[in-house]
Nanobody, 121 residues
Framework: QLQASGGGLAQTGESLRLSCTASGRAFGIHYMAWFRQASGMEREFVAGIIWSGGITFYADSVKGRFTISRDNAKSVVYLQMNSLKPEETAVYYC????????????????WGKGTQVTVSS
């Protein structure tokens, strides 16, 4: 089970930090990621992290502004989002795979419920 939190309202240029706690099958997780889905749009990859090695991946649009990290002991993955833009308003979803890393939403094994991020101009 994946439980995301930390969404909310931010002004342009402000920061938010999302958290996602993995429980139950957390011992079997290989990869965790954040995706987002704006209204009327497809779900898109934002950032991912290999659980054991900490290797990270980012969408080009967020490189340098967003940081994904994890706390192995707590089975928590974070997404620090800085310099937010209005076009990043979306529902953000935590995702996990037990094998393989991916930027494709269709290749994700487990999804958490989304958390809304709204960035006002």
């Amino acid at each position: 089970q994946l439980q995301a939190s930390g969404g909310g309202l931010a002004q342009t240029g402000e920061s938010l930090r999302l958290s996602c706690t993995a429980s139950g099958r957390a011992f079997g997780i290989h990869y965790m990621a954040w995706f987002r889905q704006a209204s009327g749009m497809e779900r898109e990859f934002v950032a991912g992290i290999i659980w054991s090695g900490g290797i990270t991946f980012y969408a080009d649009s967020v490189k340098g502004r967003f940081t994904i990290s994890r706390d192995n002991a707590k089975s928590v993955v974070y997404l620090q989002m800085n310099s937010l833009k209005p076009e990043e308003t979306a529902v953000y979803y935590c995702a996990a795979n037990t094998y393989g890393s991916t930027r494709m939403a269709t290749a994700i094994d487990y999804w958490g419920k989304g958390t809304q991020v709204t960035v006002s101009s």
